[in-house]
Every structure is written in structure tokens, then in C-alpha cells.
């Protein structure tokens, strides 16, 4: 005890005392300082930015002049400042080559917040993850998705990926695809189509309902109908004109084909055998 | 026409009512510390729905399983169904086309179907709104960004108010349409804001809205909207019923007339 005393005492000097004691000093006043500036910062910006861009711009006044008065009292203490600067430049080398990642994510999140392709709240989908966007950090987005999972969103990979924002508009189109038999008259089909859609009070009258014949496929002629809706309503009109247009069709007599494939048996090049054409009604 | 569905009604304890309005029927009964509702299509209202009845019921309604309880703890006796106009614009759509040439102007009549909202106690209280027709949501706006969310309806746009029948669950809106621009404005669709409209009820039992004057000034889709205070002079001595959802401002600038959205537009994106 009595050893590390005497260490220690050489260096008990009242003028070093009187140093530590003002770089206390100082960084209790820098401290209290930045609290007062990031406070009226945030008073200034919050009602006129989004909520993470004041957030952030507090934040950067809170520590831009805590590290003012922090960098005034090491050199209260004694410390050279050019030496730490060039230490400090060195070490920033280092670090930066070690955070590399987080580095990234970090410029990535700063992008993200300026530029707001979504806000807090919104319906993302990213990849094969679809859901809604929790908080938007520095260094990653959280995100709940609708089995209630917590999915944790590097922001670099936000930047380079395509995100898309669901909650954007507030309507949206339902795209059914499907097909019908090539026996089918498509004019009757298509005004089937359009009353079920007009019968359906969730499907907006305008924009009108698109109407798409896309190809004759091989067993059925492939169609498009993507009738608008408002976007809470999404999932009750996409059941409910698929529900809707089978019962239709079914009553109409308009057949949705299975995939059917004709087979011809062939022996030494010559075709031996043809099985008879069913009718596919049967195959049901 | 005996009794109209919204006149205000006693009920003593274990009564209940049941009111027709056109197509929707609504039965409210009222019981120890609360209210029950229940409301459901019209039994008779197959025809045009121009049908409206207020009956006594003593039984219990069984009809219905889907029943709503509102708990009221003050002894409350009155109960009032009212005609209110619905929560979002009304897009209607002329039948016929209809063009206003520059610098003429046109009254139209516009019969809108109403919500019938539920009133009860002192003071009184709303315990639900119901559509007496589910109307059909649609957009309104020059393109799939920049709109609103609307109901449609359309509206053969009669000029002599002889030709508009009677209805019981609809208020009839006259509206003026002026056109100030240079060009035929086209009325294929346009924008009625009954959010700002307050229903009347009329000499002869017919329901009313405000007089609305729309004024196309030079270009665009947007027009001068102007509520004209109080019951229009057709309807003669008349009652206000319900205040509009929405205050109105002297003169507000609406979005009025859109033209049509390509449907086409987007391709084959999900």
C-alpha cells in the first residue's frame, strides 16, 4: 500500500490538481451545455422535419459540442492535442479498416434518413420480407413482419436493394391471373369479369378494372384481370373476387382447365395408338 | 306516409322499434341498462325501396344473431334513427353525357342514398351509423397518386324535379354547375362533397341537402364550391335534421371534375 502510495505522489502536485479539476470542470459545463443546445435544437426541428432527422440532428449537436469541451479539458490535463490528432488520425485508420461494415451501414443509414423511401409505420418489403418498419437507426431498420417476427434490416443492404413501400398510396391494384378454356367466347367472359367486379362494393369503380389477354397458353388462353381497390381492403377484395368469379364461372358454364397434355404413343417412328379426347369437365 | 322513420319515438322497457328506410331495416330495442341494435336488409324492400315504416315491437327480435349491446347506465326512453349524409364525397356519374358549353350554366338534381345513424338518451347520443346502401368506394383524382377516396353512384342528372321519384332513404341535392372557362366542360363525372351537406326534411316528406353551386373557373379540374345555407327553396317550409360532418368554409376550392384515368397505365407489374 504504502509502494503504490509513494507512485503516486509525485504526481499529486497542487497544479495538476487544480487542472484535473478544471477539465472536471469543463466537461460538467460542456455537458450540461450540449443538453441545453441539442434541446433547443430539437425544439426548433421536430415539428418541421421527420422524426429521425431531428432525432439525428439533436444528437449531432449533443456531440459535437461535448467533444469541443472534451478535447478542452484533455488539454487541460496536459495532454498534447497534436499528437492526439495524429494518434487519433492513425487509430481512425485502424478502426476504419475494422468497422468497415458498420462504416457502411452507418453512411447507409444517413442516406436512408434523408432521402425517406418510407417512415416509421409503413409496409416494406424488402427481398422476400414484407413488413411493417418499427424504427429506422443508424446502422439498421427493424422491421415486425405479419407472423410476428423481428427482423433486424442492415441498412447497407436497403441502399443497394430495391425496397418497396406498400403503405404508400392509399389505393391499390389486385392482380388475378389465371385461364380459361380455348372453347371459351372471351367478350363473355370479360363482361362476366366486369360484373362481378361492379357487384363487389370493395373494388373501386375508377380506375376501371384492366383487362388483359396475355397469350395462348398451352392448355388454357391466359388472362389478366386487375381490378383497384383501396389498400386496407386488399386481402377481403382479392378473396373475395376470387371466391366470386369461381361461382360466376361456375354458373356461367366457363371452364378454368387443368393443364392437359395430348400423349401419342409412336413405335419405330409410327404412332400406334391415340387415346380419345375426354372432355376435361371430366377430369373434375 | 303515416309517421316518418326519423321522427323521435318513447320506448318503455323491454320495447323496441323497428324502422324500414327504403332497403335497410334497423330494429333497436331497449332494455334493463342498455340498448340492443340490430339492422339488416328490408324485408319488403325488394321493388325501388321506397318503402319507410315505423313499428312497435313487444317480443323479443329473434331474427337476427348479429346483435350489438350498448350499455347506457342513465334511464333513457327517447330513441331517434336520423338521416345523415354519408362519410365520403360521392362521385356521380351522368348516365347520359353531359356538356356545359362556356360560359352556361345547368341545375341538375342529384338523389343520394343516406346512413341512418342511431340516436338515444338525454343528451342524446349516437350509438352507431349504419348505410341504408352499401355504395360502391372509387377514386377520385387526375391519377393513381393524387385523389381521394370516394363513393359512386350514378345519376340520370334530371333537370325537372317532377322526374326524380320520391324516396324515403334518399336526400335530393340541387346542384348548379356554371362554366366560366373557354372550353365545353364535359360533366362525365363530378365530385358532390356531401360531407359538408346537412339533411332537411321538406314540405311533403321528401329529404333535402343544401343548394350546391360549382364554378368552373378558367381551366382544370378544380372548381369554386359554394354551400348555399339552409334548405333550397323546393323543398319549401323545411327542418334541418342533421348538421353537415363538416364545417364549410364560405367558398372552398374542390377538386370537381376529373378526367379518366387510362387503365392501361402500368403494364404487367405486381
Not at chain 1, 103 to 113: H, K, M
Not at chain 2, 80 to 93: F, G, N, T, W
Amino acid at each position: 500500500m504504502t509502494e503504490l502510495w509513494g507512485a503516486i505522489e509525485p504526481y499529486l502536485t497542487l497544479e495538476k490538481t487544480f487542472g484535473l479539476l478544471r477539465a472536471l470542470a469543463l466537461l460538467i459545463v460542456g455537458w450540461g451545455l450540449a443538453k441545453l443546445l441539442s434541446r433547443a435544437c430539437w425544439r426548433l426541428t421536430h415539428e418541421r422535419l421527420a422524426r429521425q432527422q431531428a432525432v439525428l440532428a439533436r444528437r449531432a449537436v449533443f456531440y459535437l459540442v461535448f467533444l469541443l469541451f472534451l478535447v478542452a479539458a484533455l488539454n487541460e490535463l496536459g495532454f498534447e492535442l497534436g499528437v492526439l490528432l495524429g494518434a487519433a488520425g492513425v487509430l481512425s485508420v485502424a478502426i476504419g479498416f475494422a468497422s468497415q461494415t458498420s462504416a457502411s451501414n452507418l453512411i447507409s443509414g444517413l442516406f436512408l434518413i434523408a432521402e425517406r423511401p418510407f417512415g416509421v409505420g409503413d409496409v416494406i418489403k424488402v427481398g422476400g420480407t414484407t413488413g411493417e418498419v418499427l424504427s429506422i437507426d443508424l446502422l439498421s431498420v427493424k422491421l415486425r413482419t405479419f407472423n410476428n417476427l423481428y427482423v433486424r434490416m442492415p441498412n447497407e443492404s436497403l441502399i443497394k436493394t430495391e425496397v418497396r413501400t406498400i403503405t404508400r398510396f392509399p389505393i391499390r391494384r389486385v392482380d388475378l391471373f389465371f385461364g380459361v378454356a380455348y372453347k371459351e367466347d372471351l367478350d363473355r367472359v370479360r363482361d362476366v369479369l366486369f360484373e362481378v367486379a361492379g357487384d363487389n362494393p370493395l373494388c373501386l369503380e375508377e380506375p376501371a378494372p384492366l383487362f388483359l389477354v396475355s397469350g395462348f397458353g398451352d392448355s388454357a388462353i391466359d388472362l389478366q384481370f386487375s381490378p383497384w381497390g383501396m389498400r386496407e381492403n386488399y386481402g377481403a377484395l382479392n378473396n373475395s373476387l376470387l371466391i366470386e368469379i369461381k361461382r360466376r364461372f361456375e354458373e356461367e358454364g366457363i371452364e378454368i382447365p387443368f393443364p392437359q397434355r395430348v400423349v401419342h404413343t409412336a413405335e419405330n417412328g409410327d404412332v400406334v395408338a391415340t387415346p380419345p379426347l375426354e372432355e376435361s369437365d371430366d377430369a373434375r | 306516409m303515416s309517421e316518418p322513420w326519423w321522427a323521435e319515438q318513447d320506448l318503455e322497457l323491454g320495447q323496441g322499434l323497428r324502422v324500414t328506410a327504403g332497403p335497410l331495416q334497423v330494429v333497436a330495442f331497449r332494455r334493463e341498462d342498455e340498448w340492443q341494435l340490430t339492422w339488416g336488409p328490408a324485408p319488403t324492400g325488394g321493388g325501388d325501396g321506397s318503402v319507410s315504416t315505423v313499428e312497435r315491437l313487444v317480443e323479443p327480435y329473434e331474427e337476427s344473431a348479429e346483435l350489438e349491446r350498448y350499455a347506457l347506465r342513465a334511464e333513457t326512453t327517447r330513441v331517434r334513427i336520423l338521416p345523415v349524409m354519408p362519410d365520403r364525397p360521392i362521385v356521380v356519374k351522368p348516365r347520359v353525357a353531359l356538356f356545359v358549353p362556356p360560359g352556361e350554366s345547368i341545375q341538375i338534381y342529384v338523389s343520394s342514398p343516406l346512413w341512418a345513424q342511431v340516436t338515444v338518451g338525454e343528451p342524446w347520443r349516437i350509438l352507431r351509423e349504419i348505410p341504408v346502401k352499401r355504395l360502391s368506394d372509387t377514386w377520385f383524382g387526375g391519377s393513381t397518386l393524387d385523389g381521394e377516396v370516394a363513393y359512386a353512384i350514378r345519376t340520370q342528372a334530371r333537370i325537372q324535379l317532377s322526374e326524380i321519384s320520391a324516396r324515403p332513404h334518399r336526400a335530393v341535392t340541387p346542384v348548379v354547375i356554371r362554366n366560366h372557362s373557354d372550353d365545353t366542360l364535359p360533366v362525365e363525372r363530378f365530385n358532390l362533397p356531401v360531407t359538408y351537406l346537412s339533411v332537411y326534411a321538406g314540405e311533403n316528406g321528401r329529404l333535402w341537402t343544401e343548394n350546391i353551386v360549382m364554378t368552373r373557373g378558367e381551366g382544370g379540374e378544380m372548381a369554386g364550391l359554394e354551400v348555399e345555407p339552409g334548405a333550397p327553396r323546393e323543398a319549401g317550409e323545411a327542418e334541418q335534421l342533421t348538421e353537415p360532418r363538416e364545417a364549410s368554409e364560405t367558398n372552398i376550392l374542390v377538386r370537381a371534375f376529373s378526367n379518366l384515368l387510362d387503365p392501361f397505365l402500368g403494364g404487367d407489374d405486381d
